[in-house]
């Protein structure tokens, strides 16, 4: 039986499981990306998140579990997009599914996104689905681009 992939909008409640999510030592590392404390983390999501009128932020369940995110915003000109899901809902295709509905209601293009490059699953996930490296800035965070 393959597990039920949806994406819904984010609810308050779910911020809490976000933010364990955010400060598993493991994701933390292959995300090259450091954990806020809990009040700024939660500030953050609240204010720049939640609270970014363009932004359009999904949760992520798999069968009826919230596993984690994807969140596209403007920086700039640019649409960014961004995801997390928790360690336990890693290598069992998941990532793959819930981009592939993610971009079927993100029209915007083109999309950006910067993971580590040391990320591979991350970098493999965006590749799977169309992202190719535009640049290649200092430091370890490529940024690849979708066009269609």
Same mark, same amino acid.
């Given at each position: 039986?393959?597990?039920?992939?949806?994406?819904?909008?984010?609810?308050?409640?779910?911020?809490?499981?976000?933010?364990?999510?955010?400060?598993?030592?493991?994701?933390?590392?292959? +995300?090259?990306?450091?954990?806020?404390?809990?009040?700024? !983390?939660?500030?953050?999501?609240?204010?720049?998140?939640?609270?970014?009128?363009? %932004?359009?932020?999904?949760?992520?369940?798999?069968?009826?579990?919230?596993?984690?995110?994807?969140?596209?915003?403007?920086? %700039?000109?640019?649409? !960014?997009? %961004?995801?997390?899901?928790?360690?336990?809902?890693?290598?069992? %295709?998941?990532?793959?599914?819930?981009?592939?509905? !993610?971009?079927? +209601?993100?029209?915007?293009?083109?999309?950006?996104?910067?993971?580590?490059?040391?990320?591979?699953?991350?970098?493999?996930?965006?590749?799977?689905?169309?992202?190719?490296?535009?640049?290649?800035?200092?430091?370890?965070?490529?940024?690849?681009?979708?066009?269609?």
């Amino acid at each position: 039986m393959s597990d039920e992939v949806r994406l819904r909008d984010v609810v308050e409640a779910d911020l809490e499981t976000f933010f364990q999510q955010a400060c598993d030592p493991e994701a933390v590392r292959r +995300a090259e990306f450091p954990a806020r404390e809990r009040d700024a !983390f939660m500030t953050h999501w609240r204010t720049k998140v939640m609270g970014d009128t363009t %932004g359009f932020v999904q949760a992520v369940t798999v069968n009826g579990e919230l596993a984690g995110n994807i969140v596209a915003w403007w920086a %700039g000109e640019q649409r !960014f997009l %961004g995801y997390w899901l928790g360690r336990q809902f890693w290598g069992r %295709g998941i990532g793959t599914r819930a981009l592939g509905l !993610f971009l079927q +209601a993100e029209r915007n293009r083109p999309l950006f996104a910067d993971p580590y490059r040391g990320n591979t699953a991350s970098v493999r996930l965006l590749e799977k689905h169309g992202f190719r490296v535009i640049r290649q800035e200092s430091g370890e965070h490529p940024v690849y681009r979708l066009d269609a």
